[in-house]
């Protein structure tokens, strides 16, 4: 499941380069850079507006958004979607993977400007979910579908998170078939889904097998 056993990962973003460092023998998953999050920053970074035309240029407009990430594990996601204008932004994972996160934030402060918000949430867990102050324009995720305990947690935190009229950027891979069947399942239930194209991935970064999709909730307005 390992991606890169390098200690050191380093992702392009417009002019600046973001340097991640992983861990690949810790004990927690968080710990290491997975594919998706690099796939994510890539699409979005390919289809950024004023790209014209561009399928994408709603979705991806971050001007005065609000935003949350769910796993964010080494901060991959997070900092690349900051450097392409999301910058109301707060990062969350569970408290063991915070040493990962914040190691990471401080290598890269230089080329990030600022010490990004980040914060302890488990997807159970209803007051740190009120405490995020949501809904939340998007609700980023990514690789964070592997454990079948855990999924309903996971969609009803992106459910109480997301704005009724906002966005779920899910960067997806399969990792474990029952997990990813139950994920589906319940996506069902509350998610309008929509896959983007794999032609329309970066084309440096469309692993085989990783998928980016959009969740809208079934009873926006859209």
């Known amino acids: 499941m390992k991606f890169r056993d390098s200690p050191v990962i380093e992702l392009p973003v417009g ?14 998953v968080g710990s290491t850079v997975w594919p998706c999050s690099l796939v994510l920053v890539k ?31 080494c901060g ?5 979607l900051y450097l392409l204008g999301l910058t ?12 990962a996160l914040k190691r990471n934030l401080k290598v890269n402060k230089p080329i990030l400007r600022k010490a990004l918000k980040h914060s302890v949430l488990y997807w159970n867990n209803a007051h740190q979910i009120a405490a995020l102050n949501p809904p939340f324009d998007f609700v980023i995720a990514t690789d964070v579908v592997y454990i ?5 947690s996971l969609v009803s935190a992106m459910e109480a998170l997301v704005s009724d009229d906002g966005v779920v950027l899910l960067g997806y891979q399969l990792r474990a078939p029952e997990a990813h069947h139950l994920f589906w399942e319940l996506c069902d239930n509350t998610f309008h889904v929509q896959n983007v194209p794999h032609e329309h991935l970066h084309p440096d970064y469309a ?16």
């Open 207 to 222: 692993y085989e097998e990783t998928h980016v999709y959009f969740l809208r909730k079934k009873n926006n307005k859209q």
């Open 148 to 152: 079948r305990e855990s999924v309903p």
């Open 76 to 80: 991959v996601a997070g900092m690349g």
């Open 15 to 28: 002019d600046a380069v973001l340097s991640l460092q992983q861990d690949n023998g810790s004990m927690h």
């Open 43 to 73: 699409f979005a970074e390919r289809w950024a507006p004023p790209l014209d035309p561009n399928p994408y240029a709603h979705v991806l407009d971050f001007k005065s958004k609000r935003a949350v990430e769910l796993g964010t594990g």
């Open 88 to 99: 109301d932004l707060v990062l969350t994972d569970i408290a063991p993977v915070m040493p």
